[in-house]
């Protein structure tokens, strides 16, 4: 478990369910991931029961973030790791009533520090959409650079939208 003042950083446990649920439903996030369909609860039961919590083995890892009270508030996610060049991509999320409080900085600070000293990642990439000011302020406040735009990237209901990509590398 990883964790400071503020958040904690676990393992996805199955009573984070309905959470998952709530977020992976949220038609309004469907354009910046990569699905487009609804999930059913038994699809998340079998995912959280399914993942091995092993990136060098699912080429992901999912952890719920954690206020000290017990509170889950969203998901802090690696994917698309790379085992050869050493790269994962960033995905977070926090429920909207936890938003604007410093919790998704802290879990991407977090997740940074575990990413590099445990995982031995050498870099680690989010993929922005560019109306989206305030995951644009997170990466930035958290140290990544902006390094490229992907023009056309998202299809979404109000048009083609590009992504920034933010890098940050660690030595």
């Known amino acids: 478990m990883l964790k400071s003042s503020k958040i904690k950083l676990r393992a996805v446990e199955p009573e984070d369910l309905d959470l998952m649920y709530l977020i992976e439903n949220d038609t309004e996030l469907w354009p910046y991931g990569q699905t487009s369909v609804p999930f059913s609860h038994y699809t998340l039961k079998r995912f959280i029961e399914e993942s091995s919590n092993d990136i060098f083995r699912d080429h992901q890892l999912r952890l719920v973030i954690e206020t000290p009270d017990g509170t889950s508030v969203g998901f802090v996610d690696l994917q698309n790791y790379e085992p050869q060049h050493h790269r994962a991509e960033v995905g977070i999320v926090v429920v909207p009533e936890k938003q604007r409080q410093g919790i998704a900085s802290e879990a991407l600070r977090l997740l940074s520090q575990y990413a590099s000293s445990h995982l031995g990642i050498?870099?680690?990439?989010?993929?922005?959409?560019?109306?989206?000011?305030?995951?644009?302020?997170?990466?930035?406040?958290?140290?990544?650079?902006?390094?490229?735009?992907?023009?056309?990237?998202?299809?979404?209901?109000?048009?083609?939208?590009?992504?920034?990509?933010?890098?940050t590398l660690f030595i």
């Open 122 to 167: 050498h870099q680690l990439y989010g993929l922005v959409p560019e109306s989206n000011e305030a995951s644009i302020a997170l990466f930035q406040k958290c140290g990544y650079k902006k390094t490229a735009t992907l023009q056309d990237w998202l299809n979404t209901s109000a048009g083609w939208q590009s992504v920034i990509v933010f890098q």
